[in-house]
């Protein structure tokens, strides 16, 4: 006879105590409880988060600094839900524009694309689109100190406009069975917040300061930019023609002078890593959805149309050349960066066959709308796997957790809120005794046979 004796009711209390201790603790640091032992400091300075943190997107912690939530567990998941995965509403959303154009522009006719791939495309990324929309409200509720730092980072506030240029995107990808014409409204109702940005973020860039345009640039910061194509082209599908071209007016000054920033040197002065190279393709979306804006505004694919599109064609081309940075990748949400920026110069090319017909411009267009298709197809199969399968699609978000000055020396990084700092002896103390409680009994097992 087997006798098996576990202390499982002392390791259920204990785990869910320390569950319960652990999700406090964090967020009481993340909303800057001046109770918590390491609160949040809001407002970190440009300087600090290209001091403390590397690579374009700035979410690799450099060896020497510190972080102010520990490192040796797994964060609340809103806590790590970055505003950057609007990114995937960018490429599923563009991606209904492009199988709307390629079932009704007449260059494209000879693919036979039913409208139905269209709708039922609408429809899911109108799905994304919500509940990313719904996850980022709720962060903004219980997290909102940490939306603050997402904010202050040089890099995620260009994603602030993702979610209102991915709302144009699907009111310009909207099925005709659904609606045969766009309300003014919705360019108000989109492009309302976007100007709002625009005038603190390009305020920013002009005035100088920690937040000066040739210290923060950055291949994201063209997120911050297409919002001007998008809502000019927009614009210009309801038949407000002055707006639109005052829109696209402001976001080709601003272009020029971010390609120019950018082509010389990124303001890291640091070499990128390998799984980040993804976002370089972000330099093909101005260009190709301002081809299509200015076609719309003109109703003419002439010479400004034909200037800018081939711009980003030859971008294109220069990357896609580089074969070497396309080895090694690891899986992340930066692998989207891919998405957006293809289906725009799909879509330009189409709309560039039909100026010019004939069989290099539909075979450039039918070629380069089956790598954009196929690639957020790919991609979309990946973020579901690592999502809900193997549960690798949101790590800790150390880039709003960083301090806001560097420590002396470099503290242990088991436990961050155990290091020594600011505390006082009591806090130390309660702190230990709260990680004590975390630790699980020990199951003892007995077998015996009679």
Same mark, same amino acid.
């Given at each position: 006879?087997?006798?098996?004796?576990?202390?499982?009711?002392?390791?259920?209390?204990?785990?869910?105590?320390?569950?319960?201790?652990?999700?406090?603790?964090?967020?009481?640091?993340?909303?800057?409880?001046?109770?918590?032992?390491?609160?949040?400091?809001?407002?970190?300075?440009?300087?600090?988060?290209?001091?403390?943190?590397?690579?374009?997107?700035?979410?690799?912690?450099?060896?020497?600094?510190?972080?102010?939530?520990?490192?040796?567990?797994?964060?609340?998941?809103?806590?790590?839900?970055?505003?950057?995965?609007?990114?995937?509403?960018?490429?599923?959303?563009?991606?209904?524009?492009?199988?709307?154009?390629?079932?009704?522009?007449?260059?494209?006719?000879?693919? @036979?694309?039913?409208?139905?791939?269209?709708?039922?495309?609408?429809?899911?990324?109108?799905?994304?689109?919500?509940?990313?929309?719904?996850?980022?409200?709720?962060?903004?509720?219980?997290?909102?100190?940490?939306?603050?730092?997402?904010?202050?980072?040089?890099?995620?506030?260009?994603?602030?406009?993702?979610?209102?240029?991915?709302?144009?995107?699907?009111?310009?990808?909207?099925?005709?069975?659904?609606?045969?014409?766009?309300?003014?409204?919705?360019?108000?109702?989109?492009?309302?917040?976007?100007?709002?940005?625009?005038?603190?973020?390009?305020?920013?860039?002009?005035?100088?300061?920690?937040?000066?345009?040739?210290?923060?640039?950055?291949?994201?910061? @063209?997120?911050?930019?297409?919002?001007?194509?998008?809502?000019?082209?927009?614009?210009?599908?309801?038949?407000?023609?002055?707006?639109a071209t005052f829109f696209w007016?402001?976001?080709?000054?601003?272009?020029?002078?971010?390609?120019?920033?950018?082509?010389?040197?990124?303001?890291?002065?640091?070499?990128?890593?390998?799984?980040?190279?993804?976002?370089?393709?972000?330099?093909?979306?101005?260009?190709?959805?301002?081809?299509?804006?200015?076609?719309?505004?003109?109703?003419?694919?002439?010479?400004?149309?034909?200037?800018?599109?081939?711009?980003?064609?030859?971008?294109?081309?220069?990357?896609?050349?580089?074969?070497?940075?396309?080895?090694?990748?690891?899986?992340?949400?930066?692998?989207?960066?891919?998405?957006?920026?293809?289906?725009?110069?799909?879509?330009?090319?189409?709309?560039?066959?039909?100026?010019?017909p004939g069989l290099f411009t539909?075979?450039?267009?039918?070629?380069?709308?089956?790598?954009?298709?196929?690639?957020?197809?790919?991609?979309?199969?990946?973020?579901?796997? @690592?999502?809900?399968?193997?549960?690798?699609?949101?790590?800790?978000?150390?880039?709003?957790?960083?301090?806001?000055?560097?420590?002396?020396?470099?503290?242990?990084?088991?436990?961050?809120?155990?290091?020594?700092?600011?505390?006082?002896?009591?806090?130390?103390?309660?702190?230990?005794?709260?990680?004590?409680?975390?630790?699980?009994?020990?199951?003892?097992?007995?077998?015996?046979?009679?």
């Amino acid at each position: 006879m087997s006798r098996l004796s576990f202390n499982s009711r002392n390791r259920d209390t204990s785990a869910a105590a320390a569950a319960a201790a652990t999700a406090a603790t964090t967020a009481a640091a993340v909303n800057g409880d001046p109770t918590s032992p390491r609160p949040l400091e809001a407002n970190v300075p440009a300087g600090r988060y290209l001091d403390a943190l590397q690579g374009p997107e700035l979410e690799v912690l450099k060896e020497s600094e510190d972080l102010l939530l520990p490192t040796d567990q797994t964060w609340p998941f809103l806590l790590r839900f970055p505003i950057n995965s609007f990114g995937i509403v960018l490429g599923l959303g563009s991606q209904t524009i492009l199988w709307k154009k390629l079932s009704l522009m007449p260059s494209m006719r000879f693919l @036979h694309i039913p409208l139905h791939i269209n709708f039922v495309l609408w429809c899911v990324a109108l799905c994304a689109y919500t509940l990313i929309s719904l996850t980022y409200v709720c962060k903004c509720i219980f997290y909102f100190e940490a939306v603050r730092r997402e904010f202050y980072h040089p890099v995620r506030i260009n994603f602030f406009f993702a979610p209102w240029v991915c709302g144009m995107f699907l009111t310009l990808g909207v099925p005709p069975t659904i609606a045969a014409s766009i309300h003014p409204a919705a360019w108000l109702v989109f492009m309302s917040p976007l100007v709002v940005l625009e005038l603190k973020i390009y305020g920013q860039w002009l005035s100088g300061g920690e937040r000066r345009l040739s210290k923060v640039a950055n291949p994201a910061t @063209h997120v911050s930019i297409v919002g001007n194509f998008v809502g000019s082209l927009l614009g210009a599908t309801v038949e407000w023609k002055e707006l639109a071209t005052f829109f696209w007016a402001v976001g080709i000054a601003h272009y020029v002078v971010v390609f120019v920033t950018l082509y010389q040197r990124l303001p890291t002065n640091e070499l990128l890593t390998r799984d980040m190279h993804p976002v370089y393709f972000l330099f093909l979306a101005v260009p190709s959805t301002a081809s299509v804006a200015w076609e719309k505004i003109t109703s003419d694919f002439g010479y400004v149309s034909k200037l800018v599109f081939f711009l980003g064609l030859f971008l294109l081309f220069s990357l896609v050349v580089r074969v070497s940075i396309f080895r090694g990748f690891k899986f992340s949400l930066t692998w989207w960066a891919y998405t957006f920026p293809l289906t725009a110069v799909a879509i330009a090319s189409i709309h560039y066959a039909v100026r010019e017909p004939g069989l290099f411009t539909q075979g450039l267009a039918t070629v380069i709308s089956f790598v954009a298709v196929t690639v957020v197809f790919l991609l979309f199969v990946f973020t579901l796997v @690592h999502a809900f399968v193997w549960r690798t699609l949101f790590p800790n978000d150390i880039a709003i957790a960083i301090t806001r000055k560097k420590r002396r020396g470099k503290p242990a990084r088991k436990n961050i809120l155990h290091s020594s700092g600011s505390f006082d002896k009591e806090t130390n103390q309660a702190m230990e005794d709260n990680s004590k409680t975390r630790k699980v009994p020990s199951v003892t097992i007995s077998v015996g046979c009679s």
